[in-house]
């Protein structure tokens, strides 16, 4: 099958997404990838200039969906947004448990490229949802409040999302809800208590 | 000076948590650790067989100090065992941030068997708070929002004493009480919500 370039590029990280989700670093080859794609080794060195950076971009791809999916509803209140958002975090982490693990875990005893992919997209959740809010509250005398409040937000989902990866004894909207609870801590305005 | 196989032991361990904290693996170097202590290189693998195992006896000992810290306090009110517990946990964070941030990213890039260590504390952190609960709290149709209430419950004290570690501009109350709002979300009871 002859794909044009982002397909191929896309085919790539799709056969990179599972392989890293499924086996350590050390274990995946390149060739196994090159051979699933149908291509040559040199073909995939050609898009990825080692194996470290396909590593490394597999991840970053992986994140980088996260916060698209996390922020796609532009519209309606900081609640609903709040709510939808959760929705899609969960979401995926039910879809990709172990790309979700991977990326999380990853820095762990891995990578300390993917982990600061890990840090920074944690970053980018804290001042999108900062950006939303009234800048009496960004920037007033509660902004250091509601900057660690956030990144407590953060703490909690990702806590909740790795527990439900191990029990999964939770529906997704009792996962939102106790997520919604957290934010209450952070910033009561955006959780629904006025 | 002479010294016996305990105290020789912690002096060991405490030049570690210095050194561990304030450099990576690789940049401590063995010699130099026990020239510090007045010792020969010999007589410190006769403490620790090798410099992996003294580094993960390091990270092991500041863990362990760090939950008999958190649960020093064996009588009063769930209420009162929460607050003083969460005021030595980030006592430890202040007095020893270095150790802290190097415990929790520690494994990260680094090690997977200090990363255990980190696991490890965690989840004794949440069976010992679940411990303390009512039974019927502990086992019946709540239980797994419990657990994964207090699972976020550690992960929003992690990121908060990260965030203090970094920015520095919360005061110990001001954590605390963020803390304890947290824990209203995964037992009410035990943060005083009845």
């Given at each position: 099958?002859?794909?044009?370039?982002?397909?191929?590029?896309?085919?790539?990280?799709?056969?990179?997404?599972?392989?890293?989700?499924?086996?350590?670093?050390?274990?995946?080859?390149?060739?196994?990838?090159?051979?699933?794609?149908?291509?040559?080794?040199?073909?995939?060195?050609?898009?990825?200039?080692?194996?470290?950076?396909?590593?490394?971009?597999?991840?970053?791809?992986?994140?980088?969906?996260?916060?698209?999916?996390?922020?796609?509803?532009?519209?309606?209140?900081?609640?609903?947004?709040?709510?939808?958002?959760?929705?899609?975090?969960?979401?995926?982490?039910?879809?990709?448990?172990?790309?979700?693990?991977?990326?999380?875990?990853?820095?762990?005893?891995?990578?300390?490229?993917?982990?600061?992919?890990?840090?920074?997209?944690?970053?980018?959740?804290?001042?999108?949802?900062?950006?939303?809010l009234d800048p009496?509250?960004?920037?007033?005398?509660?902004?250091?409040?509601?900057?660690?409040?956030?990144?407590?937000?953060?703490?909690?989902?990702?806590?909740?999302?790795?527990?439900?990866?191990?029990?999964?004894?939770?529906?997704?909207?009792?996962?939102?809800?106790?997520?919604?609870?957290?934010m209450a801590l952070?910033?009561?305005?955006?959780?629904?208590?006025?």
């Amino acid at each position: 099958v002859r794909l044009n370039v982002d397909e191929r590029r896309q085919q790539l990280l799709d056969l990179g997404m599972r392989a890293f989700s499924e086996r350590s670093y050390d274990a995946v080859s390149i060739d196994e990838i090159a051979a699933e794609a149908g291509i040559s080794r040199g073909l995939l060195f050609h898009y990825f200039r080692t194996k470290h950076d396909y590593y490394v971009a597999v991840h970053r791809v992986a994140a980088e969906e996260l916060v698209r999916e996390a922020f796609a509803l532009q519209e309606g209140s900081p609640y609903e947004r709040l709510v939808a958002g959760l929705h899609a975090y969960f979401r995926f982490v039910e879809q990709r448990a172990a790309t979700y693990a991977t990326l999380l875990r990853a820095g762990v005893g891995s990578d300390p490229v993917v982990n600061a992919i890990v840090e920074s997209t944690r970053m980018e959740f804290i001042e999108r949802i900062r950006e939303q809010l009234d800048p009496a509250l960004r920037d007033g005398a509660r902004a250091h409040l509601v900057r660690a409040g956030l990144r407590g937000f953060i703490g909690t989902v990702e806590a909740l999302a790795l527990d439900w990866i191990e029990h999964r004894d939770l529906t997704r909207d009792e996962l939102v809800s106790l997520a919604v609870r957290a934010m209450a801590l952070a910033v009561p305005e955006v959780a629904g208590e006025r």
